[in-house]
């Protein structure tokens, strides 16, 4: 909705890794993680954002969280800076903003019954009584499309796709506003993936909540995601709502990916843009645009200068010199 305060807002976000070692072996090596990264979120809308893998993804996804310190910047909650509250403060925000992980099994106490594991965190958090818990267990277990009657099952009877949607049973017990979903598809079949995609979309229209949903592929942000930030080592190369992302790429990186994704349509062909070489050390990232070593457009300013994330028609930003 516009005018309205984001939920979500993340302020020039640096995470830095391996700082620490640099102060005392001079020549250890720093990956900048997420280096300068803005971008705010609106109440009930989803923001994809996307990248090869270690571009620093799930970094932004826990620092949102304060799942781990930040190097530098700010993220608000509800216009509150996360990274200063109070110990209070944030035990209280927790059951409010929620983690779902890409590969749930690992997430689960494999000797916990399903039925407790999603319980868990009510009791922990001391959010209803001990009697209603196995209710609202139910409830969502079938909103989530898993049968009560498994309730007293383990992990291991259950196939990926069924652990995917226990893990988001868990999140949306807790009547969560905000959550966090890093890579909730990537490990699942693509026949799977497809129902696991109709069980978020299902979420946004029937609760109110607002998602970060984290992928390597634009094809399944397209399906959720109103607004799509594209991520290169670190850095945000362009932003846009879905429309202005799909209809009209600006950045080569981000035309790449959108190249790679497949057109149901058999007789439409769209022409593939192959990026030459891998991606580069994140510790040792290229001067001036870090995509300037893959880019097929680059000129010479691209190895010099970084070019500034600029704000190209209304809500649309593009860090590339040749836009
Ligand atoms: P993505 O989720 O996009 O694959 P990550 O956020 O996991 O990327 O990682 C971004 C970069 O930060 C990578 O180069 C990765 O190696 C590095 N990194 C992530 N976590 C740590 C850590 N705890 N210690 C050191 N380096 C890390
Ligand atoms: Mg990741």
Same mark, same amino acid.
Request: proline share 5%; net charge negative; charged share 25%.
């Given at each position: 909705m516009k005018g309205q305060t984001p939920l979500i807002e993340v302020k020039n976000l640096k995470k830095y890794f391996g700082e620490s070692d640099r102060f005392f072996k001079r020549n250890a090596s720093i990956v900048k993680a997420v280096d300068n990264v803005s971008f705010s979120i609106n109440r009930g809308e989803t923001f994809g954002l996307v990248g090869e893998s270690g571009s620093g993804k799930s970094t932004i996804g826990k620092s949102i969280l304060r799942l781990q310190s930040i190097t530098d910047g700010e993220v608000l909650f509800d216009g509150k800076n996360l990274h200063q509250m109070s110990k209070k403060e944030l035990r209280d925000l927790r059951p409010k903003i929620q983690f779902i992980f890409q590969d749930p099994y690992s997430s689960l106490n494999p000797r916990l019954r399903v039925? %407790?594991?999603?319980?868990?965190?009510?009791?922990?958090?001391?959010?209803?009584?001990?009697?209603?818990?196995?209710?609202?267990?139910?409830?969502?277990?079938?909103?989530?499309?898993l049968s009560k009657d498994q309730m007293n099952r383990y992990p291991h009877e259950f196939s990926?796709?069924?652990?995917?949607?226990?893990?988001?049973?868990?999140a949306i017990i807790l009547q969560p506003?905000?959550?966090?979903? %890093?890579?909730?598809?990537?490990?699942?079949?693509?026949?799977?993936?497809?129902?696991?995609? =109709?069980?978020?979309?299902k979420l946004?229209?029937?609760? =109110?909540?607002?998602?970060?949903?984290?992928?390597?592929?634009?094809?399944?942000?397209?399906?959720?995601?109103?607004?799509?930030?594209?991520? $290169?080592?670190?850095?945000?190369?362009?932003?846009?709502?879905?429309?202005?992302? $799909?209809?009209?790429?600006l950045h080569p990186y981000t035309k790449a990916l959108i190249s790679a994704v497949p057109i149901p349509n058999p007789t439409l062909k769209r022409e593939r843009i192959i990026l030459?070489?891998?991606?580069? =050390?994140?510790?040792?990232?290229?001067?001036?645009?870090?995509?300037?070593?893959?880019?097929? $457009?680059?000129? %010479?300013?691209?190895?010099?200068?970084?070019?500034?994330?600029?704000?190209?028609?209304?809500?649309?930003?593009?860090?590339?010199?040749?836009?």
């Open positions: 039925g %407790d594991a999603i319980g868990e965190a009510l009791l922990d958090h001391e959010l209803c009584e001990k009697h209603v818990v196995e209710e609202k267990v139910k409830e969502v277990m079938e909103i989530c499309g990926g796709g069924q652990r995917q949607r226990i893990g988001i049973a868990r506003d905000f959550i966090v979903a %890093d890579e909730p598809v990537s490990a699942l079949d693509v026949s799977i993936q497809a129902q696991i995609i =109709n069980l978020f979309s946004q229209r029937q609760k =109110n909540i607002t998602f970060l949903f984290i992928s390597h592929d634009l094809s399944v942000v397209e399906h959720l995601c109103s607004h799509i930030g594209v991520l $290169y080592l670190g850095t945000m190369m362009e932003l846009g709502s879905r429309d202005q992302l $799909y209809s009209k790429p030459k070489g891998d991606i580069p =050390n994140p510790s040792k990232p290229p001067s001036g645009c870090k995509f300037h070593t893959r880019c097929p $457009y680059a000129i %010479d300013s691209c190895k010099i200068e970084v070019p500034e994330f600029k704000e190209v028609e209304k809500g649309h930003f593009v860090a590339c010199h040749l836009v």
